[in-house]
């Protein structure tokens, strides 16, 4: 059955869906993207993911296509139009199209581009099992706090750890890690304090990470906000990433380390369930 997608005003089959050649999304990765994630047919913590659209939109000098209200609308629209209980709702707007010149053209029209993925949310293989992480230099530009579509770096490293028989890999730049391919990346200490790595230019500023770390605090867990090495991660007592499709999802082994005892930790386990009820609560 075919999904219905949105494009720049229209609600269409994809496969009736389409982009213009010209368009700097295709031609310069001159755009930035969100996903949400679906629970129960409604979205999880939307509201933060619209602010850092308008964020990264800023960061870029890019027109927003309409405002976030009307982005909200929209994306609503099309959960009614596909019938998808779990999974995640991606959403892209570009600088639009425009004949190729490197300076940004006076007056083209953002585009805006959105459709839905089903896919399982809260019961993962990956959430039982626990992910195999290996190390790669991180390679990517230096705005990685604004989220745009540049992701071939992402992507190669993705494809590296799955030719290594890993699941993922976490990026390591002048000694430290920075994040994962496509999540942000946790240690917790054998003292059991969470380590994550600062906000600033070298990670995004993950909307789960955030949640997350808010939970864990509640909770009584001592959080350092500080980068940390891959030598600490093979000695932490539990590993864990965040990010809006894998929720907290523990990883039980770093460069073929195990990671504590080599299963997902307690600690990761605790936060998942804490992430849910939260997720949950905050659908809409
Ligand atoms: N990725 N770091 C990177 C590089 C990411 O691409 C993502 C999200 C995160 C986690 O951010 P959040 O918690 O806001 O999802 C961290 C999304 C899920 C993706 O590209 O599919």
């Given at each position: ?125 990956a959430a039982e099992k626990g992910l195999a992480v290996i ?150």
């Amino acid at each position: 059955m075919s999904r219905i997608v949105y494009v720049n005003g229209e609600f269409l089959p994809e496969e009736a869906a389409t982009i213009s050649i010209f368009d700097r999304g295709f031609l310069f990765a001159d755009g930035v993207y969100e996903v949400s994630t679906i629970l129960g047919g409604k979205l999880v913590d939307n509201g933060a993911h619209l602010a850092r659209l308008g964020r990264s939109l800023k960061e870029l000098d890019m027109a927003a296509p309409c405002s976030m209200e009307e982005i909200a609308e929209i994306q609503h629209e099309l959960l009614k139009r596909n019938d998808v209980e779990e999974g995640g709702l991606y959403l892209q707007v570009t600088r639009g199209a425009a004949d190729r010149d490197f300076a940004f053209p006076k007056d083209a029209k953002p585009s805006l581009v959105m459709f839905t993925q089903s896919r399982p949310v809260i019961k993962t293989a990956a959430a039982e099992k626990g992910l195999a992480v290996i190390s790669l230099p991180d390679i990517r530009w230096q705005r990685r706090d604004i989220k745009t579509v540049g992701l071939l770096p992402a992507s190669l490293a993705k494809m590296a750890a799955i030719k290594a028989g890993a699941n993922d890999a976490w990026m390591v730049e002048d000694g430290f890690i920075t994040e994962g391919t496509s999540n942000n990346a946790h240690i917790v200490t054998k003292d059991g304090k969470l380590i994550t790595r600062d906000l600033s230019n070298k990670i995004l500023h993950g909307i789960t990470r955030k949640a997350v770390l808010a939970l864990a605090e509640e909770t009584g867990i001592e959080i350092e906000e500080r980068r940390f090495t891959p030598e600490e991660v093979k000695v932490a007592s539990e590993a864990f990433v965040t990010s809006a499709s894998t929720f907290v999802t523990p990883v039980i082994s770093f460069d073929g380390v195990a990671i504590g005892d080599g299963k997902p930790g307690l600690v990761a386990k605790r936060l998942r369930e804490l992430y849910i009820d939260f997720a949950l609560k905050s659908c809409q």
